[in-house]
């Protein structure tokens, strides 16, 4: 990946797992970072303090991306302190596994306030204040295609990113920015690991070909290509970052 110090990136839901990993692997190649968080203050800024000893740039900022003024705010963080924005990550989600008889509208409406409205509200945003040549990537889920019970309400929602994703790539080609998607498998993070047994995950993991889950920085590397200059004539797409599993 390029080294680039004059592009500035903001990456949604970056206090832990994935997104630390995204904003950590960006900042090393001169990306000046903004990382987003909703509750984890202390973590964001410890992501911020470890890219900052590397020697590269970032900011915490505070926005439940389910809130609807959170976007613009962002965008605001960006061009105050870098200039401007260039890279749009958006990885904030979340996920209440159960049967869909049994999935309550409370849980029905977070899910998609979340994964499709945010990403919706903040494609938005970057569409309207994304520099020329930007690059987005959003966040589905091999979930879509394994279908699996339990999954349901997550499942359509990342279904919606991908729906999204395609045709916002058609929509902002004129301007040279590019939108992908990477659906990861399951990946060693809090919100996938946590609920389940060591049974569930032993058996998770055996359906995958290599015997075992994404790491999150194999998914930042993936994301960090994608962001990258070199990713020019990459848009429209859906890639499986899932070891194989489907």
């Known amino acids: 990946m390029s080294n680039d110090q004059t592009r500035a990136a ?11 990993a995204i904003a950590e692997r960006l900042a090393a190649s001169g990306v000046a970072v903004v990382v987003n968080y909703a509750r984890g203050r202390e973590a964001a800024e410890q992501v911020v303090a470890r890219i900052e000893a590397a020697g590269g740039r970032a900011l915490a900022a505070q926005g439940d991306i ?10 605001d963080a960006v061009e105050r302190a870098f200039g401007g924005a260039d890279i749009l990550i958006n ?41 020329d040549g930007g690059r987005i990537v959003n966040f589905s889920s091999s979930v879509v295609g394994l279908y699996q019970p339990g999954y349901g309400v997550y499942a359509a929602s990342k279904a919606a990113v991908e729906a999204i994703t395609h045709v916002v790539a058609k929509e902002l080609a004129p301007r040279g920015i590019t939108v992908n998607a990477v659906a990861p498998g399951p990946t060693e993070t809090e919100m996938f690991l946590g609920g389940k ?11 995958n070909p290599f015997g075992r889950f994404g790491r999150p920085p194999e998914i930042a590397a993936v994301v960090a290509f994608l962001a990258s200059p070199e990713a020019s004539w990459i848009s429209g797409q859906i890639l499986r970052v899932n070891g194989g599993v489907i």
């Open 91 to 131: 990885n904030a989600a979340t996920m209440e596994l159960g049967a869909i008889a049994a999935t309550t509208d409370t849980a029905f409406a977070r899910q998609i306030e979340v994964n499709v409205a945010g990403v919706f509200r903040t494609v938005r945003e970057a569409a309207q204040r994304l520099r």
């Open 66 to 75: 389910a809130a609807p003024e959170t976007p613009a705010a962002l965008f």
């Open 197 to 207: 047994s060591e049974t569930q995950l032993r058996a998770i993991a055996a359906m």
């Open 10 to 20: 903001i990456v949604t839901g970056a206090s832990r797992g994935i997104g630390a």
